[in-house]
């Protein structure tokens, strides 16, 4: 997911046609994603929430730098598990979404703490001509946590060795079943934990409701 203008509508487009293939889970990877716009955040958030769940809220000082901003959507995708991949590397507009999903209980969230970029800052000028930039309000998810210089935590901690992202990022980038050329790193034996982790915990999910008539408690709306 990338936190521009067209994320909703990319979003959207990519969750209808996967819908039409038969959805039964999801898995939102926002690892080393370090955000973007806060009108993207509240976009992908609201794909999955009900209509006037709240997403996030800001406050500050006074009056004017508070802000409340809740789901709005018209389509949505709440009936089926979720799990959120997040790192160090998940800031700002990641953490929104992430924050604001588990909150809601409407997914799951795997991985390492985020990195803790919810801040609002000002930009003051002064007559000299510089400038100073303050932090005049933080961002809060749902359930009152602050973002900024606290993070997100896991609900499933998979602390993954830097060295073995390197690698999962060099795997992913070359073709699929590639061999190495001379020269290159052999990582075709690298081993993407998180992810592995995620599906297992989906799986877990999914064999859970079959065996039930209700569904965990961990996706149900509050």
Known sequence: VQFNEPTANALQESLDKLSGEGMHALILDLRNNPGGLLTSAVEVSQKFLRRGDLIVYTLGRNEKQQQVFRAKGRYRFDDFPMVVLVNGGSASASEIVAGALQDHKRAMLVGEKTFGKGSVQSVLPLDDGAAIRLTTAKYYTPS??????????????????????????????????????????????????????????????MIFEAQNTTPLMAFQSP
């Open 144 to 205: 009152k946590r602050v973002i900024h210089e606290k993070g997100i935590e896991p609900d499933i901690v998979v602390p993954m060795d830097p060295d073995d992202w390197r690698k999962l990022l060099i795997k992913r980038s070359r073709p699929e079943n590639a061999e190495p050329e001379a020269g290159e790193e052999d990582v075709s034996d690298v081993v993407d934990i998180q992810l592995e982790r995620a599906v297992d915990v989906l799986k877990g999910i």
